[in-house]
Structure formats: C-alpha cells, structure tokens
C-alpha cells in the first residue's frame, strides 16, 4: 500500500495503519486506510467503522421488541450487539462514551432476559415495567447515539 503524505507525520501515518486494519477484519469489509488529520476524527471513524453493521439495532432497540421478530431473529441482532461491544467500547470518542456504555447496559440487559425466556418477546412480560423504566433513564443516550450515527457517521438509522 502507497502512502501519500498530506502533512501528516510518520509517526500518526504508522500508528493509523493497525486501527483500520482492525476494522477491517473486524467487519469483514474492503477499504483504504488513511492517516486522520486529528486523533478525534481518527476515533470518530474507528467507531463510526464498528458500529456499522450495529448501528440500527443499538438505536432501534425499543423498535425490535415491538415489532414481535421471531426468536432466530432476536439472537442475531443481540448477539451481534454483544460481538461489537469489545469495539464499540474501545473506539467510543470520550464525549460519546458513557452513551455508548449505558445503551449497551441495557441491550445486554433486555439480552439476559431473552435468552432466560428462550428468545421469545413473551418472556419478556415480568420485567415490563422494569425495561421500561430503564429505557427512560437510557433514552438521552440513544438520542445521543442516533444523531451521531446521523450526523458523523452519516448512517441512515
């Protein structure tokens, strides 16, 4: 791979090449790396690249559990939540982080309670007023989580 140098140092050029080549085998996708001209937008693009195929679950999770999927469906989208996690976490820009945390919580915690239930929406009925107040105090972080996937990441979710 060619490196074109644009003003950016050797040493941002070198330390930018393990990150994507993360992604990359992170997310089973084909791209070129290219040295960030700041380390903020380095790690808005290492999240905006991991939350890519997660995204629209993170944000829509209240939209998962009324649209009634079935079982197999369910243990996909939150077991691909729980395969980003490690990455969403670590790549989370800090003023982004304890959004990303706390959505999380609570996808892992609607997860527990599925996975108890045998990924059935109906086992879900005892926790209901539990769940809901927790996606209440989550709330402010998914609408945090949706305009950056909008508005950085330029993600339709």
């Not at 080549?21 to 070129?32: E, I, Q, S, Y």
């Not at 890519?52 to 209240?62: G, R």
């Not at 997860?111 to 209901?128: E, F, Q, R, S, T």
């Amino acid at each position: 791979m060619r490196v074109v140098r644009s003003g950016v140092g050797e040493k941002a050029t070198r330390a930018a090449v393990p990150f994507a080549a993360a992604a990359l085998l992170l997310l089973g996708m084909t791209a070129v790396a290219s040295a960030s001209r700041t380390e903020a937008r380095g790690s808005d693009g290492r999240f905006c690249a991991a939350s890519k195929n997660v995204a629209h679950y993170l944000v829509d999770i209240s939209k998962q559990l009324t649209s009634v999927p079935g079982p197999t469906k369910l243990k996909a989208e939150y077991g691909a939540i729980k395969a980003a996690e490690p990455a969403l976490k670590s790549s989370a820009p800090g003023r982004l982080k304890p959004n990303v945390v706390k959505v999380l919580t609570f996808a892992d915690t609607i997860a527990a309670h599925l996975a108890k239930a045998n990924w059935n929406i109906a086992g879900l009925l005892p926790y209901v007023s539990s769940l809901q107040a927790q996606e209440a105090r989550v709330g402010p972080s998914l609408s945090a989580l949706k305009t950056y996937y909008r508005t950085t990441c330029k993600f339709d979710v």
